[in-house]
């Protein structure tokens, strides 16, 4: 029987656990022509959880477009993603593709091919006779002019990794998108990411373009009394058993993030016999840190003495509330508060740290912090 558990890329159908209340409201938001801007940590399943809202927003006769920003790395390849990913409608369309995308866009010729499972392909390629290409206001107002072709059907665009439209440009694009995303109402908009701490600013930060363009909805850890029938079931349906107990002490290690909670029931799927216990769950973790103990090593050498300090308090406590009130300094030995908080920052700068929505900061990497208990915890 193969390992039922998935992890490190996009889970669906029976390995994606939960996410029904996200679910449905992100469906609901979608048809409504809502703008959100989602975040959460890094793994935590925002791309699986929009890949099935798109999923269940086209079984309902939806539009969809999902642009990866994260593998753009200047404005010339946002265009050019955004451009080919909104080219996906005109193959809808067949023989009528090029005229719809000659609707959609100008300065832009369509190169046809098929994909390695043999679907067809899309690509924009600058027209000779404009050879800068459309720009980045008329790609994105494609959209729009694709609701107003369709009526009754709802419209959706998805950004992931949306944090990474500062790099790539500043304000610039930002203050293109404000202005295009107030004036297609007909399109529901999502910005996720990865990175909290700077889509707050994008999104929260008086002075920023889109400053309150935008509802936000956090996507968190997964409880124990969701995670309990599904990691269950899987074993069950896998002909294996799990304990009740090795259940809650799987997730209270994991503290319910998906991808490190999905990773450790496969590990402890792996090593167990006929009922996975305690013991066998204590035997996972230990396979699991010895497995990165040399990249957890050179990332703690590789850190400026302030944030490592920082970063073993993190371990220790779980998760740090006040990390700049006078106890935490003291107890950790900070020069001061403003030098805890500068370690802080740098720790949350790099993504080794994420604050949650109670505003507890832990460590981004769940097993890093088992592994500074055991080996840096003094």
């Known amino acids: 029987m193969a390992n039922p558990f998935s992890y490190g890329g996009i889970v669906s159908a029976r390995q994606f656990c939960n996410r029904v209340t996200e679910l449905r409201e992100l469906v609901r938001a979608a048809k409504n022509n809502e703008r959100l801007f989602i975040h959460g940590e890094r793994r935590v399943g925002k791309t699986s959880l929009l890949k099935s809202v798109m999923s269940t927003l086209r079984e309902a006769g939806g539009i969809c477009f999902y642009i990866d920003v994260w593998k753009c790395v200047d404005e010339a390849d946002f265009r050019r993603v955004c451009a080919s990913a909104l080219s996906g409608y005109a193959l809808e369309k067949g023989k009528g593709a090029l005229g719809k995308l000659a609707e959609l866009f100008s300065g832009v010729a369509p190169s046809f091919g098929i994909d390695e499972s043999g679907k067809p ?31 009754g059907r709802p419209v959706l665009v998805v950004f992931d990794e949306f944090q990474q439209i500062r790099e790539i440009s500043g304000l610039k694009l930002e203050k293109v998108l404000r202005s295009v995303i107030q004036e297609e109402t007909g399109v529901a908009w999502f ?184 080996n840096v915890a003094t």
């Open 191 to 374: 910005f996720c990411g990865s990175r909290a701490t700077l889509l707050r600013e994008m999104f929260l930060k008086k002075g920023s373009p889109l400053f309150r363009s935008s509802g936000h909805y956090p996507v968190g850890a997964i409880g124990f009394a969701h995670w309990r029938p599904f990691i269950t079931g899987e074993f069950d349906q896998s002909g294996k058993k799990i304990s009740p107990g090795t259940v809650r002490m799987l997730v209270q290690a994991t503290g319910g993030h998906p991808f490190y909670t999905q990773m450790l029931c496969s590990a402890l799927w792996d090593i167990s016999g006929h009922t996975a216990s305690e013991s066998d769950l204590e035997a996972a973790v230990s396979l699991l840190l010895d497995r990165e103990s040399g990249t957890y090593a050179t990332l703690w050498n590789s850190l400026p003495d302030q944030p490592r300090k920082m970063l073993r308090a993190i371990a220790l406590e779980g998760t740090l509330f006040k990390p700049t009130s006078g106890d935490m300094v003291r107890k950790y030995g900070f020069s001061s508060p403003s030098t805890a908080k500068s370690a802080l920052l740098y720790l949350l700068k790099h993504d080794h740290a994420s604050q949650d929505e109670k505003g507890g900061y832990h460590l981004s990497d769940r097993f890093l912090g088992m592994w500074c208990l055991r």
């Open 121 to 151: 392909t899309v690509t924009l390629v600058r027209d000779r006779s404009r050879p800068e290409g459309p720009d980045v206001e008329e790609i994105l107002r494609a959209p729009g002019r694709i609701s107003a072709m369709e009526p």
